[in-house]
């Protein structure tokens, strides 16, 4: 399994910005893919996840109404499209796999990483 990120850049607060993750060697039975992010000295920490097929999503509070994360299978490529963006976005942004539920994925029970990518929010 490999996830390649790709998006990241410099914007400024409330700008747009969509990350993409291309992944390969992913099936039905990897049902959670997702989004992560890790801001300077902090943890990493779940953004938002996607089921094998898109009927189940789920978000952090802290990105809810603002992010919206799709996936498009044919083209083995998973999005984050990032609306009205704050300075305490800024991360790298990780995309991650999970042969299992995305609740487990939500969990941090993750199989597979791919490489981040980094979303700079400052004006």
């Known amino acids: 399994v490999q996830l390649q990120a790709s998006g990241g850049g410099l ?4 700008a747009s910005l969509r990350l993409s993750c ?20 902090l943890e990493r920490e779940f953004v938002a ?6 009927g189940a999503k789920e978000y952090a509070d802290s990105v809810k109404g603002r992010f919206t994360i ?10 984050l499209q990032m609306n009205s963006l704050r300075p305490e976005d800024t991360a790298v942004y990780y995309c991650a796999a999970r042969a299992g539920s995305p609740g487990a994925l939500k ?16 004006s």
């Open 107 to 122: 969990g941090g029970q993750v199989d597979h990483w791919g490489q981040g990518t980094l979303v700079t929010v400052s």
């Open 22 to 41: 291309v992944y390969s060697e992913i099936s039905m039975d990897y049902n959670a893919i997702g989004w992560f992010r890790q801001a300077p000295g």
């Open 49 to 54: 996840v996607i089921s094998w097929t898109g």
């Open 70 to 79: 799709s996936r498009d299978n044919a083209n083995n490529t998973m999005y």
């Open 11 to 14: 914007v400024q607060p409330g």
